[in-house]
């Protein structure tokens, strides 16, 4: 009956002994996956990051844009145009060009 009690001890020192280092591997494991998945994380928050200050950037090129619409729909403008581009003037308007 000893022999048998010893080798029932051994036979569960083994199994035990086989948990531990089937759980060290799974933990090791784990661990692993977790250090890759937080640097794809911080990968990721940093790519957001760029993205969101383009997205600002354009936000405000946007708004830029729709202020120059609307000051070119101005009668001042058109009339800055009509002076510069095309040298048009009021008909009792009198020009003073410098002499070259």
Do not use: C
């Not at 010893?6 to 280092?21: C, D, E, S, Y």
């Not at 089937?22 to 784990?30: C, K, P, T």
């Amino acid at each position: 009956m000893a022999i048998q009690h010893k080798a029932q001890k051994r036979k569960r020192n083994r199994t035990w002994a086989i948990l531990i280092v089937i759980v060290l591997f799974l933990v090791i494991g784990m661990g692993l996956a977790i250090h890759n998945l937080s640097d794809k994380a911080a990968s990721y928050a940093a790519r957001e990051a760029e993205l969101e200050s383009l997205i600002a950037a354009e936000e405000g090129r946007a708004y830029e844009y729709q202020e120059e619409g609307k000051l070119r729909q101005t009668l001042k403008y058109i009339e800055m145009l009509a002076r510069e581009k095309l040298g048009l003037v009021y008909p009792n308007e009198i020009v003073v060009k410098p002499s070259e």
